[in-house]
């Protein structure tokens, strides 16, 4: 039984007067590819924030490799974020930066690594990533929205992290490119042994991609398990989520 390398307990957050979670709780397996769903303003992303300690919580628990981050010191925090990394909605490339500066952004920063090292690595995550050698040059300017999240991709995977969190990573790609890209995190995962967290409405990443995932919904968990579970499942919030007949 693989172990647990995310737990959130009775989570409950607020917006001023305004309730997003209240009590929510889960646990991410290590080497799980889980989803987080949930309509427009569900609290996907205010979720996600949360456990990367981007955005804090009023109440509840939240431990990421057997830590509670609400509990961690400062240098313990700095420590445990070079575990993970992130790859936002819209990948958040630096314009100024060439493809393979971006890519070498965090080994430049979090290391004391030669620079022809750092470019070996860079230019090795790139082309795990799918991303042609021709681009390696080329600024954010000149990148199709799909050769972006590959170099955004490249960029999360430099440090080799356990855990890879995705917001809505097939947002603004088109079917093809979109499937073509969850083929790409589906392999990822199996080879670098990674666990992912994906915030994600796209159909074709709930069928083919997750392992599990939950549903929020008004405020608290609807669902949490396996496709196979969801489609058992009468509630119309649930079915209509996943165009379920």
């Given at each position: 039984?693989?172990?647990?390398?995310?737990?959130?307990?009775?989570?409950?957050?607020?917006?001023?007067?305004?309730t997003?979670?209240?009590?929510?709780?889960?646990?991410?397996?290590?080497?799980?590819?889980?989803?987080?769903?949930?309509?427009?303003?569900?609290?996907?992303?205010?979720?996600?924030?949360?456990?990367?300690?981007?955005?804090?919580?009023?109440?509840?628990?939240?431990?990421?490799?057997?830590?509670?981050i609400?509990?961690?010191?400062n240098?313990?925090?700095?420590?445990?974020?070079?575990?993970?990394?992130?790859?936002?909605?819209?990948?958040?490339?630096?314009?100024?930066?060439?493809?393979?500066?971006?890519?070498?952004?965090?080994?430049?920063?979090?290391?004391?690594?030669p620079?022809?090292?750092?470019?070996?690595i860079?230019?090795?995550?790139?082309?795990?990533?799918?991303l042609?050698?021709?681009?390696?040059?080329?600024?954010?300017?000149?990148?199709?929205?799909?050769?972006?999240?590959?170099?955004a991709?490249?960029?999360?995977?430099?440090?080799?992290?356990?855990?890879?969190?995705?917001?809505?990573?097939?947002?603004?790609?088109?079917?093809?490119?979109?499937?073509?890209?969850d083929?790409?995190?589906?392999?990822?995962?199996?080879?670098?042994?990674?666990?992912?967290?994906?915030?994600?409405?796209?159909?074709?990443?709930i069928?083919?991609v997750?392992?599990?995932?939950?549903?929020?919904f008004?405020?608290?968990?609807?669902?949490?398990?396996?496709?196979?579970?969801?489609?058992?499942?009468?509630?119309?919030?649930?079915r209509?989520?996943?165009?379920?007949?």
């Amino acid at each position: 039984m693989s172990k647990t390398i995310i737990k959130i307990e009775n989570i409950v957050t607020k917006f001023g007067k305004k309730t997003i979670h209240d009590k929510i709780s889960l646990e991410i397996k290590e080497g799980e590819i889980y989803g987080i769903l949930g309509g427009s303003g569900s609290g996907k992303t205010t979720l996600l924030r949360e456990i990367i300690m981007l955005q804090k919580f009023k109440s509840g628990k939240i431990e990421v490799l057997g830590e509670d981050i609400k509990k961690a010191s400062n240098d313990r925090i700095v420590e445990l974020r070079k575990n993970w990394s992130v790859l936002f909605q819209f990948g958040a490339l630096y314009s100024s930066l060439n493809v393979l500066e971006n890519v070498s952004i965090p080994l430049v920063e979090y290391t004391n690594l030669p620079k022809e090292l750092i470019e070996d690595i860079a230019l090795s995550k790139l082309k795990m990533s799918g991303l042609k050698k021709e681009a390696t040059y080329l600024f954010p300017s000149e990148l199709s929205g799909g050769m972006k999240k590959r170099v955004a991709l490249a960029r999360a995977l430099a440090m080799d992290p356990k855990i890879l969190f995705l917001d809505e990573p097939t947002s603004g790609l088109d079917p093809v490119g979109a499937e073509n890209f969850d083929r790409l995190i589906k392999e990822l995962a199996a080879l670098l042994k990674l666990t992912v967290v994906i915030v994600t409405h796209d159909l074709h990443t709930i069928e083919h991609v997750l392992d599990r995932f939950c549903i929020l919904f008004d405020k608290k968990i609807l669902f949490n398990g396996t496709l196979k579970e969801a489609k058992k499942e009468k509630h119309y919030a649930i079915r209509e989520f996943l165009k379920l007949n």
